[in-house]
């Protein structure tokens, strides 16, 4: 298998006319990655998916690594601001709204996988500056707020978005096949929005990031789902016209049965 794989890669380098100069040993390595699916469509009754990253690490010659290397895979989906409230109980049973704060970019998606925990790949800077690991998620929140809160804060969204499987993290969710080959799974689940998702490879080696890549993965709806959803987008005013109307229709109608009956 590996030597079909160094084999491919050979024939596809001479195809591009790219030699390997003396002094490759230096260079960088090469990462080639690939996902099972580009493209997801969200119909009805998806139940969610399993994605998988795979793909090929070799140096610039296009043989096997010769030093051992972590990988790590991300999969982040669009963006969007929210707004996170926290409840508080008053007089021990009536729960009402408390501190706020907003976020201009959530990813609405993160799930990460390793070959090994981050905590013994990387240290905490290196970790910060590439959002490996969801305690180092970058959430831009708006306005100033007290360090000690936005922590808080940061902490219950992130516990927020795992309890509805939006985030995750697979320590040893990587597996690397004799220094060439590296696979993960990550699952989708069914409550994923449509966007674009990057799906973002990392080979690490002494602690640091030796090269990177990405893919791209479309979501989508299609069918009755994705009229609804761009009509929801693109004409919104009369959307919600139409939503109103849907549900003043649909309680007449519910109290002309009931009366009937």
């Not at 998806?46 to 999969?75: H, K, Q, R, W």
């Not at 708006?142 to 940061?154: L, N």
């Not at 993290?169 to 690397?176: A, F, K, P, R, T």
Request: glycine letters at 8%.
């Amino acid at each position: 298998m590996i030597r079909h794989v160094l084999a491919l890669f050979s024939i596809v380098m001479l195809a591009l006319g790219i030699t390997a100069p003396a002094s490759a040993q230096t260079r960088d390595p090469i990462l080639v990655p690939d996902v099972s699916e580009h493209d997801i469509v969200l119909r009805q009754g998806f139940t969610g998916a399993d994605l998988l990253l795979f793909g090929a690490i070799l140096d610039p010659a296009g043989g096997i690594m010769e030093s051992d290397y972590d990988v790590v895979v991300v999969l982040k989906g669009p963006t969007e601001e929210i707004r996170l409230r926290e409840k508080e109980r008053l007089l021990g049973t009536i729960w009402v709204n408390a501190g706020s704060t907003a976020y201009r970019s959530v990813p609405s998606f993160y799930a990460i996988a390793s070959s090994r925990p981050i905590a013994d790949i990387v240290d905490e800077r290196t970790a910060a500056i590439f959002e490996l690991g969801l305690p180092y998620l970058q959430l831009s929140p708006t306005g100033s707020i007290d360090p000690e809160e936005q922590a808080r804060f940061a902490a219950g969204l992130v516990d927020l978005r795992q309890r509805q499987g939006l985030y995750a993290q697979y320590e040893s969710g990587v597996s690397v096949s004799e220094r060439v080959l590296y696979r993960a799974r990550l699952p989708i689940p069914s409550n994923v929005i449509p966007g674009r998702y990057v799906a973002e490879t990392f080979a690490i080696a002494d602690g640091r990031v030796i090269t990177s890549a990405t893919s791209d993965v479309d979501v989508r709806k299609e069918g009755f789902e994705g009229v609804v959803a761009e009509e929801a987008q693109d004409n919104s005013f009369l959307y919600g016209l139409f939503a109103v109307g849907l549900s003043v229709f649909m309680g007449w109608a519910a109290g002309r049965l009931f009366a009937l009956v």
